[in-house]
């Protein structure tokens, strides 16, 4: 290996180091809880709010299910 084909095999492993970090550390967020949290924010910056979001079904159970 020449010593450019080191130098660039460094510079894609820190990049793809560099980029796997970026990201918040929690749960992730469902559609619903997106949604109250948009318009409480709506309201706090005095914008129009929609129509209040739908609280999610009860999950029905899949054939696959077990599976996961």
Do not use: H
């Not at 180091?17 to 109250?36: I, N, Q």
């Amino acid at each position: 290996m020449t010593a450019g084909k080191i130098v660039m095999t460094l510079g894609l492993i820190a990049a793809v180091g560099l980029v796997s970090a970026c990201g918040r550390k929690s749960g992730l967020d469902t559609p619903y809880e997106a949604a109250v949290q948009a318009q409480k924010d709506a309201q706090k910056a005095g914008q129009p709010v929609g129509p209040a979001p739908q609280p999610p079904v009860a999950d029905k159970p899949f054939i696959l299910d077990p599976l996961l």
